[in-house]
């Protein structure tokens, strides 16, 4: 079946503009997780979705970001008055749910903020 | 808090030779463990996992990871490392039954052919 899809797959803008990024998880997967990797780091958790709630936003690094899902369907992520440090690679995951359960990743969107 | 710490940020192997990728966890009690990798331009794949029963757990592509609740490690194992190993691996743990992955920063694997 379809993995965890994510658009756009490369995104350069200007700093100060907002962006918008895209998850489409796994048919069936109540949980949706963000994360970003900066070159040469791990992964940065930033937000987690069960359902259409947001338990644990404490990732999200200033109020410039914010994320929503439909249901337990599409995620957006949004950056808004971009900032240089904010290039990264962002990545979706979704599972049927914590636990023992693995997180399926999409294969992300490099940001790239000139 | 939980975190975890993979001390090494690079190794690099002969193909062929055996290969082990240190992971230690910070957890209170027995964590969700996990190993992903990472291909160039990709995104995590799983490799294995660990949340109960025998402590030695075998996963995709000949890779298998031993669970030490003593030394808080669950480092990743593989007798004969091929080219196709080369990637940045991943170990992540969850303590909680819901949310978030701790991950480590990662261990870029380099293969010599």
């Known amino acids: 079946g379809a993995g965890v899809s994510q658009s756009p797959s490369n995104k350069v803008t200007e700093k100060g503009k907002d962006v918008e990024l895209r998850c489409d998880p796994i048919s069936g997967h109540t949980a949706l997780y963000w994360y970003r990797q900066r070159l040469g780091q791990g992964l940065e958790f930033l937000i987690y979705?069960?359902?259409?709630?947001?338990?644990?936003k404490s990732g999200l690094p200033s109020d410039r970001f914010s994320a929503e899902r439909t249901g337990e369907s599409v995620s957006t992520l949004t950056i808004q008055r971009t900032q240089q440090e904010d290039s990264a690679v962002y990545l979706c995951?979704?599972?049927?749910?914590?636990?023992?359960?693995?997180?399926?990743f999409g294969p992300g969107t490099r940001l790239t903020v000139t | 808090a939980q975190s975890v710490t993979q001390p090494d940020i690079h190794i690099t192997v002969s193909e062929g030779a055996s290969l082990e990728l240190r992971c230690n966890y910070s957890y209170g009690a027995t964590p969700y463990l996990f190993w992903y990798v990472q291909s160039p331009g990709q995104g995590l794949q799983l490799l294995l996992k660990y949340f109960s029963g025998d402590t030695l757990v075998q996963g995709i592509k000949g890779f298998e990871a031993e669970f030490k609740r003593s030394q808080s490690s669950f480092n990743l194992r593989k007798p004969s490392v091929h080219w196709s190993d080369a990637a940045e691996y991943f170990c992540?743990?969850?303590?909680?039954?819901?949310?978030?992955?701790?991950f480590g920063r990662g261990t870029q694997l380099t293969v010599w052919p």
């Open positions: 992540a743990c969850r303590g909680s039954t819901l949310g978030r992955l701790y």
């Open positions: 995951a979704s599972s049927l749910g914590g636990g023992q359960f693995e997180q399926y």
């Open positions: 979705f069960q359902g259409n709630s947001a338990p644990d």
